[in-house]
T-cell receptor, first 115, second 111 residues
Framework: NAGVMQNPRHLVRRRGQEARLRCSPM?????VYWYRQLPEEGLKFMVY????????ESGMPKERFSAEFPKEGPSILRIQQVVRGDSAAYFC?????????????FGPGTRLLVL | TQLLEQSPQFLSIQEGENLTVYCNSS?????LQWYRQEPGEGPVLLVT?????EVKKLKRLTFQFGDARKDSSLHITAAQPGDTGLYLC???????????FGAGTRLAVHP
């Protein structure tokens, strides 16, 4: 059973471009969480999605950021018109249920660098 | 806003020493998880504690959840260089598994 897959692992964008980060959850997992980690900091929750639904996007910046988890295919975190402050590591995690004691399995992350 | 304060931020010790990392909050969490993160990788779960007062042991690592479910500690006995890494605590909140992370403790164990 493959783990959580994220691609690309590294992404370089110039200011104003779009960044698309993909996350394929573990097989059988229908709950996906996205987190952002700035250098030397802990992870910050961004958004929680179930298949085809956004459950909680309270950690997402109001503008330029969007997320989706379609019925088929990976979850996508999209950042439009990137700025230097968007440079960070973005992690997704998946779990089979939403239970609070359920293990979240993290992917290796996508490191975004905005020039 | 729920916060998890983790301390110390950095810890540099000699092999064989014991250490404790603390995670504190004024908020109650449904569960608390400890992760270890290696450079360039995602966090890997070490343990989940759910019940107030719960103690779990994983070889030389002992995890404790406070009675009021607001704080937790990680104790490592006889630290080894292989324990070097970033340790993160995370509390689950919101009625589902949304995690609030502490800032992390960067541990260095020297031979």
């Amino acid at each position: 059973n493959a783990g959580v897959m994220q691609n690309p692992r590294h992404l370089v964008r110039r200011r104003g471009q779009e960044a698309r980060l993909r996350c394929s959850p573990m097989k059988g997992h229908s709950h996906v969480y996205w987190y952002r980690q700035l250098p030397e900091e802990g992870l910050k929750f961004m958004v929680y999605l179930q298949k085809e639904n956004i459950i909680d996007e309270s950690g997402m910046p109001k503008e330029r950021f969007s997320a989706e988890f379609p019925k088929e295919g990976p979850s996508i975190l999209r950042i439009q018109q990137v700025v230097r402050g968007d440079s960070a590591a973005y992690f997704c995690a998946s779990s089979p249920t939403r239970l609070v004691q359920e293990t979240q399995y993290f992917g290796p992350g996508t490191r975004l660098l905005v020039l | 806003t729920q916060l998890l304060e983790q301390s110390p931020q950095f810890l540099s010790i000699q092999e064989g020493e014991n250490l404790t990392v603390y995670c504190n909050s004024s908020s109650v969490f449904s569960s608390l998880q400890w992760y270890r993160q290696e450079p360039g990788e995602g966090p890997v779960l070490l343990v989940t504690v759910v019940t107030g007062g719960e103690v779990k042991k994983l070889k030389r690592l002992t995890f404790q959840f406070g009675d009021a479910r607001k704080d937790s500690s990680l104790h490592i006995t006889a630290a080894q260089p292989g324990d070097t890494g970033l340790y993160l605590c995370a509390g689950a909140t919101g009625g589902y598994n949304k995690l609030i992370f502490g800032a992390g403790t960067r541990l260095a164990v020297h031979p």
